[in-house]
């Protein structure tokens, strides 16, 4: 099993930055992606960003141009810069990891526990 450990969220101004960080720990045959999902009260969780094995990035349109993924999924390690923060990026946001448990060709999603942004505006 894989356990995803998120940090580095926090309160911040409008305007402002913050870098969240995930560090996966325990046995996975392989890693596909890492990324990056948010859920703020009332909504749905949503996609944020996402890095592949190959270093090939995806993003929300919400969040293109300021907000930075970065990671080695072979280090089971991934990063999010946030830039020009705005009280709407306020949410939970959840560190993912999708891969291989075994050698078998099922998938499966591990979640960290989240980590609480809060912008102000």
């Known amino acids: 099993q894989l356990q995803l450990v998120e940090s580095g969220g926090g309160l911040v101004q409008a305007g402002g930055s913050l870098r969240l960080s995930c560090a996966a720990s325990g046995n996975i045959f392989s890693i596909n992606t890492m990324g990056w999902y948010r859920q703020a009260p009332g909504k749905q969780r949503e996609l944020v960003a996402t890095?592949?094995?190959?270093?090939?990035?995806n993003y929300a349109d919400s969040v293109k141009g300021r907000f930075t993924i970065s990671g080695d999924t072979a280090k089971k390690t991934v990063y999010l810069q946030m830039n020009s923060l705005k009280p709407e990026d306020a949410a939970v946001y959840y560190c993912n990891a999708n891969g291989r448990p075994n050698w078998g060709p099922r998938t499966s999603d591990y979640w960290g526990q989240g980590t609480q942004v809060t912008v102000s505006s």
């Open positions: 890095i592949t094995s190959a270093g090939s990035t």
